[in-house]
């Protein structure tokens, strides 16, 4: 005869092992993740700059985002930048935050990379697998937004890179601490 707990067991593994990302739906491991340097983790550093306190820098030749906390000091993320031709510079300002976002690909993306992004054209819920992550910032000009973001990823191993199709992407733990941190209207500044 089999016993309660191990029925329950059981069924609990059965489940998960037939839906994986279940797991993950609500929780996101705290390190890096495997194949993240320790570079990329983030970590207070000393950074010396005329931005006020709360201002994100993103310094994309060096794959990393800088929310200033004092005129010498920042906590410093690595983040994976946009290819070529396809980053975001200036600045602009966070009036949007969202959790497990939804995404759907932009009229140029789809242009550039049918064959990758026409199947997603009717967008891709919120969740685990989506490429926007665990959370996103919205940058806008004025009322304009810019369709760029600062977000999570699926591809962890992106960090350190130029490879986007111009977002300024993040390990889900390290967006999730940034989201936390930073108001809807803070400044982001792209050198």
């Known amino acids: 005869m089999i016993s309660r707990r191990k029925f329950v067991l059981g069924a609990s593994a059965a489940t998960l092992a037939a839906n994986p990302g279940s797991a993950l739906a609500h929780h996101i491991n705290k390190n890096a993740g495997p194949g993240i340097a320790k570079k990329w983790t983030p970590q207070s550093v000393s950074y010396r700059s005329n931005y006020s306190a709360g201002t994100i820098v993103v310094d994309?030749?060096?794959?990393?985002?800088?929310?200033?906390?004092?005129?010498?000091?920042?906590?410093?993320?690595?983040?994976?930048?946009?290819?070529?031709?396809?980053?975001?510079?200036?600045?602009?300002?966070?009036?949007?935050?969202?959790?497990?976002?939804?995404?759907?690909?932009?009229?140029?993306?789809?242009?550039?990379?049918?064959?990758?992004?026409?199947k997603y054209a009717g967008g891709v819920p919120g969740g685990p697998g989506n490429p926007l992550g665990a959370r996103a910032l919205y940058l806008y000009k004025g009322s304009r937004d810019t369709y760029y973001r600062i977000h999570g990823t699926t591809q962890p191993s992106s960090i350190g890179r130029s490879v986007s199709n111009g977002c300024i992407r993040m390990v889900n733990s390290h967006v999730i601490d940034l989201y936390e941190r930073v108001p809807i209207g803070a400044r982001v500044v792209v050198i």
Do not use: D
């Open 60 to 118: 994309p030749r060096n794959h990393f985002l800088y929310l200033v906390l004092s005129s010498r000091k920042a906590r410093r993320y690595g983040v994976g930048v946009g290819k070529a031709g396809l980053a975001f510079k200036g600045s602009a300002t966070i009036k949007r935050k969202a959790v497990w976002p939804s995404w759907t690909p932009t009229q140029n993306m789809i242009r550039r990379e049918p064959s990758k992004y026409a």
